[in-house]
């Protein structure tokens, strides 16, 4: 894994929501801001080692919390989310469901 790859994906999103996305084919990630659609998918492949076939991306505006004494408005930076689609057959190992939610 280069360097420049680690700057691309920040983290994989693991929320009910994007659990429910993962059974259908579609995988979310926090990755970097300035990142395109074609970096994206690329790293994305390589770090999985899987065939990348759409990539979706929004970006997602900071919260507003008040903070401090006088409750002041603070707003949280800007992210970029990616919803990634994989070649038919392929999964990726982190959005596993396992526990729990098995049993029932």
Wanted: net charge positive.
């Amino acid at each position: 894994m280069t360097p420049f790859m680690k700057q691309i994906i920040n983290r994989p999103i693991i929320s009910e929501k994007s659990l429910s996305l993962a059974s259908r084919g579609w995988y979310t990630f926090a990755v970097a801001l300035a990142s395109n659609k074609g970096a994206i998918a690329q790293s994305v492949g390589n770090l999985y080692k899987v065939t990348v076939t759409e990539v979706r991306t929004i970006v997602m505006h900071g919260k507003e919390q008040r903070h401090g004494k006088r409750s002041q408005k603070v707003r949280g930076s800007d992210w970029k989310k990616a919803l990634v689609r994989l070649k038919a057959g392929q999964k990726i190992d982190a959005f596993e469901v396992t526990g729990e939610a098995e049993k029932k």
